[in-house]
T-cell receptor, first 118, second 113 residues
């Protein structure tokens, strides 16, 4: 079974600064996908970024980037130039790759509450 | 516009009173699932469906039922709700095959007294 661990329940950052959220996972799979989801106060789940394990290049989406360390099973999210609208709960999630006869679900970490301070 | 809708968005009920939370999607996705979110536990999958009439248990299926009679709908049924089912529930959908983005509904906050 896969597990996802987010060891920082809460974090804060000053507006315009950079913050990094940590995520580690445990799996015996070699083919998998990793995601960061954002959940603002509205409770909507919004995909921020995703990474395919077979890709060595770290994914980037505007101000959001990841540091994917496959050997260390680490998948951190860096938010640059933090904005007040980035205040949200952030979830790291894992999904197995294609496997015949098996459905693939998302396994979530427990979340990190990020507060961006003015 | 691609949408996943859930109804109701908020529900307060009493122990033992059967309830259904509906989920509907307009993206023609085969895969649909239900999650519950509890503080400190993240989201945990309750049930999923890979296509019409195909459903299976997730990690926390006890106390829940689902059905998939139509591709677009995937209702979550609580036959006899209990206070430990007080939670925030999300429906999610995605396409089959190589990993596609999972789309979440807006969530249903349930309080069981």
């Amino acid at each position: 079974a896969q597990t996802v661990t987010q060891s920082q329940p809460e974090m804060s950052v000053q507006e315009a600064e950079t913050v990094t959220l940590s995520c580690t996972y445990d799996t015996s799979e070699s083919n998998y996908y990793l995601f960061w989801y954002k959940q603002p106060p509205s409770r909507q789940m919004i995909l921020v970024i995703r990474q395919e394990a077979y890709k060595q290049q770290n994914a980037t989406e505007n101000r959001f980037s990841v540091n994917f360390q496959k050997a260390a099973k680490s998948f951190s999210l860096k938010i640059s130039d933090s904005q007040l609208g980035d205040t949200a709960m952030y979830f790291c999630a894992f999904m197995r790759g294609m496997a015949s006869g098996s459905a693939r679900q998302l396994t979530f970490g427990s979340g990190t509450q990020l507060t961006v301070l003015p | 516009e691609a949408q996943v809708t859930q109804n109701p968005r908020y529900l307060i009920t009493v122990t033992g009173k059967k309830l259904t939370v509906t989920c509907s999607q307009n993206m023609n996705h085969e895969y649909m699932s239900w999650y519950r979110q509890d503080p400190g536990l993240g989201l945990r999958q309750i049930y999923y469906s890979m296509n019409v009439e195909v459903t299976d248990k997730g990690d926390v299926p006890e106390g829940y039922k689902v059905s998939r009679k139509e591709k677009r709908n995937f209702p979550l049924i609580l036959e006899s709700p209990s206070p430990n089912q007080t939670s925030l529930y999300f429906c999610a959908t995605r396409e089959q095959g190589p990993v596609k983005t999972q789309y979440f509904g807006p969530g249903t906050r349930l309080l069981v007294l």
